[in-house]
Nanobody, 117 residues
Framework: QVQLVESGGGLVQAGGSLRLSCAASGTGFSISTMGWYRQAPGNQRDLVATIPPTGTPVYADAVKGRFTISRDSAKKMVYLQMNSLKPEDTAVYYC???????????WGQGTQVTVSS
């Protein structure tokens, strides 16, 4: 089981940048797909980006070209670089991990990102 702790959220003006970090502990990081999801008030939790153990990341259309997901297996870290932020990016951002063949994601506690106009 992988345990996850997010950091790096905050308040930023539109057009600015933030970098979210996710520290993983426990077992299974190297074989897990890692991801960032977000949830705005009243909305469901939506995909932002995922990155497999090896291979190509996947991005939601809303963030393509602005956000970049990366992982450092040696440090058991996952990052989300967010550029050109928009007010509609405001949400709680969750780091997730999914083992192969698992039905559910494991989640961190989330970190708030607020983009002011």
């Amino acid at each position: 089981q992988v345990q996850l702790v997010e950091s790096g959220g905050g308040l930023v003006q539109a057009g600015g940048s933030l970098r979210l970090s996710c520290a993983a502990s426990g077992t299974g990081f190297s074989i897990s797909t890692m991801g960032w999801y977000r949830q705005a008030p009243g909305n469901q939790r939506d995909l932002v980006a995922t990155i497999p153990p090896t291979g190509t990341p996947v991005y939601a259309d809303a963030v393509k070209g602005r956000f970049t997901i990366s992982r450092d297996s040696a440090k058991k870290m996952v990052y989300l670089q967010m550029n050109s932020l928009k007010p509609e990016d405001t949400a709680v951002y969750y780091c997730g991990a999914k083992r192969p063949f698992a039905s559910n994601w494991s989640w961190g506690q989330g970190t708030q990102v607020t983009v002011s106009s």
